[in-house]
Structure formats: C-alpha cells, structure tokens
T-cell receptor, first 109, second 113 residues
Framework: GEDVEQSLFLSVREGDSSVINCTYT??????LYWYKQEPGAGLQLLTY?????DMKQDQRLTVLLNKKDKHLSLRIADTQTGDSAIYFC?????????FGAGTTVTVRA | NAGVTQTPKFRVLKTGQSMTLLCAQD?????MYWYRQDPGMGLRLIHY???????AKGEVPDGYNVSRLKKQNFLLGLESAAPSQTSVYFC????????????FGPGTRLTVL
C-alpha cells in the first residue's frame, strides 16, 4: 500500500477550531477521504475531496488539499465534545484505500 | 437498509482453532473488503473482492482466506488462529465507481489466546 501519515494526538478546547493534518505519497490518487471512528464503532465517512479540487466545505468541515506538497487537512469549526474521536485520512489507489494511523482528537471543556 | 453488518461482534479463540467471520451488505455493492485494525497502525487491508466469485490479496493476507459466493456476502476465514491475529476486523463495501466511498460495518473484536 501507499504511505499515509498523520499526527497521533490533538487536544482542543471546546468552541475552538481543530485542524488535523495528513500527508500522502501517491500523486495519482483520485480521491482522498476523512473518516471518523467513535469508541467501539466502525468508521463513518465524514467527507472526501476529488484530486482536482483545492478545497471543499461542508457545514463545520473544511478540507484543504495541496497536491504539490501531497498534504491534506481537515478543519472542524466550533469543535464540540461530540467531535472527540479518532480521525483517519485515506487515499484511494486502484480499488483500494490506504489509511493513516489515525489522529485521536480530545475536546476539553 | 441495514447497510453493512458483521457477525459475530466478539469472539475468543484458542491458538489453532478456526473460525469464519461473516460480512453482509444490502446496498448492491460490487466491491467488498476486509481490514484489520491494530492500535497505532490504522486499518490494513487483508483481502478484497471486486465482484461475486472474485477475491484478491491485500496488504496482510497471510493466515486468512476469503470467499465471495454471493454478491451480498464476504466471508473471512482463519484456518489456524494465532495470537498475532488478535485484532478488530472491519468489513466494508463500495460501488466501485465514482467517489467509491467505502461503507464500514461495526467490527468484530477477535481475541486469540
């Protein structure tokens, strides 16, 4: 598989913005994804971005893609306690997804 | 629609025992996948299928076998379980075109003693 890297932990105060970063290696990736995993649950798709886009916004979520640097970020505005979870970045290659190790986001009051 | 379901939810095996994990999807998806999730390592692809009757190896296929006899079901087998196979197993499915979003099941937590 391809290598996808993300920082492992992020702590953020409730109401602040969270920014989760990810780097990937396959320049031919067509889609990049952000998934959320809550404790004891499966992965839930949050959003995705097509590789010819620079930005995608969906309510509180903003995805930025820098293809030149192979860098993807997810910004969560007005972070809430329900946003505490593990966030996975993934890139698509062939029919498959390659996942990062996940960023654990902890929201503190 | 139930989406993607997995059975069982939990299982404890002794080394050398065998078992089969069942994944079912009701979205008429062509593609199905099996992943394992270990702490600090994200998800790693074990096997996948691009249609009924087809299977292919993923990143970590050793010690596992799969079958896709029906489009809606994807079975993962462990013939002789080892402690290194203690993990959480996730099944996913997708249409295989467009954004090809993968939809995940709730997972099976397997412990091999």
């Amino acid at each position: 598989g391809e290598d996808v890297e993300q920082s492992l932990f992020l702590s953020v105060r409730e109401g602040d913005s969270s920014v989760i970063n990810c780097t990937y290696t396959d320049s031919s990736s067509t889609y990049l994804y952000w998934y959320k995993q809550e404790p004891g649950a499966g992965l839930q798709l949050l959003t995705y971005i097509f590789s010819n886009m620079d930005m995608k916004q969906d309510q509180r979520l903003t995805v930025l893609l820098n293809k030149k640097d192979k860098h993807l970020s997810l910004r969560i505005a007005d972070t809430q306690t329900g946003d505490s979870a593990i966030y996975f970045c993934a890139e698509r290659y062939d029919y498959k997804l390659s996942f990062g190790a996940g960023t654990t986001v902890t929201v503190r009051a | 629609n139930a989406g993607v379901t997995q059975t069982p939810k939990f299982r404890v095996l002794k080394t050398g025992q065998s078992m089969t994990l069942l994944c079912a999807q009701d979205m008429n998806h062509e593609y199905m996948y099996w992943y394992r999730q270990d702490p600090g390592m994200g998800l790693r692809l074990i096997h996948y299928s691009v249609g009924e009757g087809t299977t292919a190896k993923g990143e970590v296929p050793d010690g596992y076998n799969v079958s896709r006899l029906k489009k809606q079901n994807f079975l993962l087998g462990l013939e002789s379980a080892a402690p290194s196979q203690t993990s959480v197993y996730f099944c996913a499915s997708s249409y295989g075109e467009g954004s090809d979003t993968q939809y995940f099941g709730p997972g099976t937590r397997l412990t091999v003693l």
